[in-house]
Each structure stands twice: as C-alpha cells, then as structure tokens.
C-alpha cells in the first residue's frame, strides 16, 4: 500500500487533456514539494516535473503540475499515443518516527 | 552529461546479503549537494525509495527497510553502493539508482526532493 494514493488508470483520446492525481497528507504533500516521473514501458523512470509545477529542460509545456493543500495534479494537454505510460508522484514524508521519501503508486495512462 | 549504471549479480540466495553498485559518470560524486539514492520496483508494481546517502555521507532509509540496508560510497571509484542483508522473494525486484537533490533558491528557503538522473535499473531475483 503507498503513502501516496493515484487512480490507478487513465485514460484520453489522442489531442485531448488528461489529469492525474496524487493524495497525500500533511506529513508530506501537505508540507513537502511534489515531483513527477514519466516510465515508459521496460523503461526508467524520468523525471517530468519537480518544485510541484517545474520542468526540466526538454520537457514540453503540455506536462504541467500543481498542488493543493494535501493533493497533487499532473496535467497533460494534447495527449499523443507517446504519451501512454505509467506515472508517478513523489515527495518527501517528514513523520518524526518514519522520515522518508515516497511514491504514488502509480496510475497507467491509455490514448485510446 | 551525468549517467548512472547499476551493477551486481542478478541472482542472490535467500537469507543472503543483496550487493548493488552504481557508478556515475559525467560528474564527481563528491561535488554539488545531492542526495544518491537507491529505489526498487517489484515487478508489475510501483517504485519503492529504498534510502539515500548525502555528499556529506550522511544517510536515511526507509523505515521498513532500515534494519536490513546499509548505503556507502566509494570517492575514489566515483560509485555508491547498496548492500541488503536477509533477503527473501520479496526483495526480488528492479533497483535503479539515481541522483536526487533539493535546489536551493536562497535566504535558507529550498525546494522538494527529486530524482533528475536514473540508472537504467538492474533486476534482482532471491531464488535458490
């Protein structure tokens, strides 16, 4: 079971917009940035997201992130058939018992 | 351009101890401020942070994890390691290493925890 909870699947026509989400709590959405990664099947992880809205260099415009309160969102707009993979959210939980970092566990994106 | 490559036998008995390297190159371990990390992904399943050493040396697990992990680096080989005793089919899995970090935008105020370079990952089976 992860810290963090995602749908588990999505899905989206090709061209059109697509969110994901990510719960957490105050431990660690709630106080803590959130990333996102990108793995493409048989693939590692990439980073797409980081500091809740940030991109990395190289990273189109159509990802987007934002957070709120103890919620995450990941936002892909004119979805391509490229774009099918799973996704996943990650912060860093600051329990005074179990400090750690954390993932969702994943959500599995489908251009139909 | 920095890039991280696990290596280590990809069978392990059980009740042995799991040993993986990684090795990263386009950088100096010891430069900058991050956090080398290890992660794991059992297969079908999601990612699962296993823990992380600092530059300093400085290091934190998870929690679930903590009795059985020990991470260390080597400076001299540019390399990081992983070493988990004890291990059961449960630990079978893909480890991947990677470069976390924390920026740093000034005046004590920093940003989150994340993972910029990964290692292709290595799968790791405890069979007998």
């Known amino acids: 079971q992860s810290v963090l909870t995602q749908p588990p699947s999505v899905s989206a026509a090709p061209g059109q917009k697509v969110t994901i989400s990510c719960s957490g709590s105050?431990?660690?959405?709630?106080?803590?940035?959130v990333s996102w990664y990108q793995q493409l099947p048989g693939t590692a992880p990439k980073l797409l997201i980081y500091?809740?809205?940030k991109r990395p260099s190289g990273i189109p415009d159509r990802f987007s992130g934002s957070k709120s309160g103890t919620s995450a969102t990941l936002g892909i707009t004119g979805l391509q058939t490229g774009d099918e993979a799973d996704y996943y959210c990650?912060?860093?939980?600051?329990?005074?018992?179990?400090?750690?970092?954390?993932f969702g566990g994943g959500t599995k994106l489908t251009v139909l | 351009q920095v890039q991280l490559q696990e290596s280590g036998p990809g069978l392990v008995k059980p009740s042995q101890t799991l040993s993986l390297t990684c090795t990263v190159s386009?950088?100096?371990?010891?430069?900058?401020?991050?956090?080398w990390s290890w992660i794991r992904q059992p297969a079908g399943k999601g990612l699962e942070w296993i823990g992380r050493?600092?530059?300093?040396?400085?290091?934190n697990y998870n929690p679930s994890l903590k009795s059985r992990v020990t991470i260390s680096v080597d400076t001299s080989k540019n390399q990081f390691s992983l070493k988990l005793s004890s291990v059961t089919a449960a630990d079978t899995a893909v480890y991947y290493c990677?470069?976390?970090?924390?920026?740093?935008?000034?005046?004590?105020?920093?940003?989150?925890?994340?993972?910029?370079?990964w290692g292709q990952g290595t799968l790791v089976t405890v069979s007998s």
């Open positions: 990677a470069r976390g970090r924390e920026d740093y935008y000034g005046s004590g105020s920093y940003g989150g925890y994340y993972f910029d370079y």
């Open positions: 386009g950088g100096s371990i010891s430069s900058g401020s991050y956090y």
């Open positions: 050493i600092y530059t300093s040396g400085s290091t």
């Open positions: 105050s431990s660690n959405i709630g106080n803590n940035y």
């Open positions: 500091d809740n809205n």
């Open positions: 990650g912060t860093w939980d600051s329990s005074l018992s179990a400090a750690a970092g954390v």
